[in-house]
């Protein structure tokens, strides 16, 4: 069992940054996905960036592509969202997850019903 906690979320104004961690309870020692979401009051859950924590290789939605950088830190078991640029339609509750993959696999899941392992959430709102 992987226990996932998000922090640093909060307000920020349009156009400004914020970066938003997931840390992972233990190590997972095999190939394994990390991905964020947002839902926003009122709208469905949606996908927002995915990292293969072995490949290191990411996926991003359109919306946020340019702007938003996933990435990890072993050492850590952690896995970062930074957010530049940031606009007020980002607002939502941001989500972190994670899911197990085949040895080797090169796959990015970006459902959500893909994913096992879920985070609480941190709040992100951008003022305009």
């Known amino acids: 069992q992987v226990q996932l906690v998000e922090s640093g979320g909060g307000l920020v104004q349009a156009g400004g940054s914020l970066r938003v961690s997931c840390a992972a309870s233990?190590?997972?020692?095999?190939?394994?996905?990390m991905g964020w979401f947002r839902q926003a009051p009122g709208k469905e859950r949606e996908f927002v960036a995915a990292?293969?924590?072995?490949?290191?290789?990411?996926k991003y939605a359109d919306p946020v592509k340019g702007r938003f950088t996933i990435s990890a830190d072993n050492a850590k078991n952690t896995v970062y969202l930074q957010m530049n640029s940031l606009k007020p339609e980002d607002t939502a509750v941001y989500y972190c997850?994670?899911?197990?993959?085949?040895?080797?696999?090169?796959?990015?899941?970006?459902?959500?019903?893909?994913?096992?392992?879920w985070g609480q959430g941190t709040q992100v709102t951008v003022s305009s």
């Open positions: 990292i293969n924590w072995n490949l290191r290789t990411t």
């Open positions: 997850a994670l899911q197990y993959l085949s040895p080797g696999s090169v796959y990015l899941p970006d459902r959500g019903s893909e994913y096992t392992y």
């Open positions: 233990r190590r997972a020692f095999s190939s394994y996905a």
